[in-house]
């Protein structure tokens, strides 16, 4: 069996047929261009689906999408990538456009389900997913099924605060755990603080260098590493209280500096965790890396299928 | 149909028949006596549930208990009331004296169950019950269903953190809820802080002593309650984010300072709750009062007979 993955991002549109064993058969990327307004966009993800599936057949289209999704209606509520898209039916539209049923899901609830599907969370059954990319994204598998909360827009883990009082966050709030471990915060706070630390190596701010210096002993960039992975340790040990997850995978382009964060995450992480939690949980990286938004896409129609099979046993 | 409610604290054990519109037809307290060991406390709840079902048959018995409980196999794995109350069989040993099915539920979770069947919560499906005691206990159900985590043991929202790097919790954490919005925690921080405020009418510092102080515009019982609602508005809005639940509940001791406490939760947490989760949730008050513990327990019993049988349908 085989299904469309569709990662849409705000720039750049990622798909890829994908088999049951995790197999990528075939795969076409293009440019987003949210500014021609949503029916262009469209129109565009539709046309590229149909050429890709001529000589794949595929059962089902997913599509991961940023934003508050109504999942059960394939509607983008709103999705801070794409402006004026409020309340759009992506699923119903590109469904009528190609003929076949599509699911569409927050990316990050499909991150986590991709990750149980293909990735390192394969087998588990209380999966807990973490993007670190431009913002900080949360999906939650609870008992083998995908948590969405009461109106379909829980598992915002990314708006947890974790420094009360601290800064400003896109979402109207002060301190979330997104303002300090997104690509975004990490760079802010390197920024900042640079001034302190004029024997940095640090030249160029991004998330990725600023973590790499600080694996090779750069001040600044251990002064911002310890800032984050405090925040993470935070925020991850609050979950492992509330969700008793068994799993925990970080992904999202922050997750490439490796395991020097991920040990950075984990030393944290247990210093805010209660004993009785000790040994219950184990942090990981991502390992379906640039390919995760398609996996993650593709597994929501596996898991689709699985749960429409077993309603109607 | 009737179930026996078994209300175990560390000073007494209240218990009661309730049927299932909600009426407590026959009640008992007795003294807990924990100093006496685990099989005299057995016995004693025995043998006290045995005379009270005589008169009233009943299908199942619900012990509602602190600490952390193996619900499948109705063990009590620690409980900070019960020292040396490690791994100890309540369920098996109740059961086999009084010849009974017996339920095992966290306090806190039995709280969010019974406001669900017989309180504010009825008609719910995605519920948070925080009980504000001598701790700070938490339950979750999501989507009808109470949400324990994958080693049972989730759930635990007292122990959130909220001052990162704040007082030291009984958990090993530094900061967590608990340390604030638990009865200890607000008499605490009236203690505290009373020097600075040398015109306070606060004589006696209980928690309600301090909250009722706040109402009547003592400046350190405000002081207190300004922090106390910051922490449970940071707590909440965190929930709310996480879960996306359409009712908190409050209950425990501390909840009985009534509308004042919650006009000053629902503010802090509105402010730390984004746009897009307006309107989605609303904060009450438990209308159970003192008997929350029993009802409880008891409605542990009626979700344990409605899961059978959605089970074996």
Redesign the interface.
Known sequence: MKMLGIDLGGTKVAMGIVDENGNILKRQTIDTKTEEGFNAVVERIAKTANEITKSEKVEMIGIGSPG?IDHKKGIV??SPNFPGWIDVPLGPEISSKTGMKVVVENDANAFAVGEKWFGVAKGY??VLGITLGTGVG?G?I?DDHV???????????G??????NGYLCG???HGCLETIASATGISRLAKEWKERYPDTSIKEFSAKAVLDAAKKGDPLGIKVFERVT?ALG?AI??FV??????IIVIGGGVSRSGKFLLDGVEKKTHE??????WG?YKIVLSNLVDDAGIYGAASMCFEELRNDKANTR
Chains 1, 2 share one sequence.
Do not use: D, Y
């Open positions: 508050s509520r709103f059954t209380n949360g939650i609870c948590f969405r909360g009461s109106t379909g827009i829980g598992g915002e883990l708006h947890v605060i974790v420094e009360p979402c109207g709030n405090e935070i040990g609050a209280h509330i969700f008793n997850p068994q805010n965790v209660m004993k009785s939690f219950t």
